[in-house]
């Protein structure tokens, strides 16, 4: 049982260039959500999704982009990487259908943009 | 605006010694609760929520409406307990969003 899946585990980007992290769940989870983890900081939301084909901006949304096409999957886009997007990035689901037993989380993506 | 404050980023006590993680939040509705902990080199996972009452690896944490509180106890720290703990508040609504707190790295000192 994988639980929630993301990758890379690391990336090192240039300034300028884009890239996609992928994050796959397999415990039909409706829920899905995008976190970003600064130093010294909690957990911001990026953006989320409550099924496929839905998603929404959470606190912290610019310079990034999501799709949900399926139940499975939700990749974050970034374009035009940008210092300040040097993060931990995580990934996690929830089952969105009553009973709520709490997040399961991705192992997180450590980016830094140079 | 939906804030959740952990005024403590690190907070150390030796073995056997009793341990709170302060957690206060700042919400106009009733908000859900939660705990998230992070072991060293392992996934954020949950820890407990208000609303089940329980008491998980020793800890409990309350409620407290009236002080906007809801801090972490345990009355015998063990050096495994040695983590990151996040505090996170659930609005009202059917996303199922959570506000973190920047968090408490606690260190048990044998």
């Known amino acids: 049982n994988a639980g929630v899946t993301q990758t890379p585990k690391f990336r090192i980007l240039k300034i300028g260039q884009s890239m996609t992290l992928q994050c796959t769940q397999d415990?039909?989870?409706?829920?899905m959500y995008w976190y970003r983890q600064d130093p010294g900081m909690g957990l911001k939301l990026i953006y989320y999704s409550v099924g496929a084909g839905i998603t929404d901006k959470g606190e912290v949304p610019n310079g990034y982009n999501v799709s949900r096409s399926t139940t499975e999957d939700f990749p974050l886009r970034l374009e035009l990487a940008a210092p300040s997007q040097t993060s931990v990035y995580f990934c996690?689901?929830?089952?969105?259908?009553?009973?709520?037993?709490?997040?399961?989380f991705g192992s997180g993506t450590r980016l830094t943009v140079v | 605006a939906q804030r959740v404050t952990q005024p403590e980023k690190l907070l150390s006590v030796f073995k056997g010694a009793p341990v709170e993680l302060k957690c206060n939040y700042s919400y106009s509705g009733s908000p859900e609760l939660f705990w998230y902990v992070q072991y060293s080199r392992q996934r954020l996972q949950l820890l407990l929520r208000h609303i089940s009452r329980e008491s998980i690896k020793g800890f409990t944490a309350d409620l407290n409406k009236g002080e906007t509180s809801f801090h972490l106890k345990k009355p015998f720290a063990q050096e495994e307990d040695s983590a990151m703990y996040y505090c996170a508040l659930q609005p009202q609504g059917g996303s199922e969003k959570l506000v973190f707190g920047k968090g408490t790295k606690l260190t048990v000192n044998p």
């Open positions: 415990m039909n989870h409706n829920y």
């Open positions: 996690a689901s929830s089952s969105g259908t009553g009973g709520w037993k709490g997040y399961t």
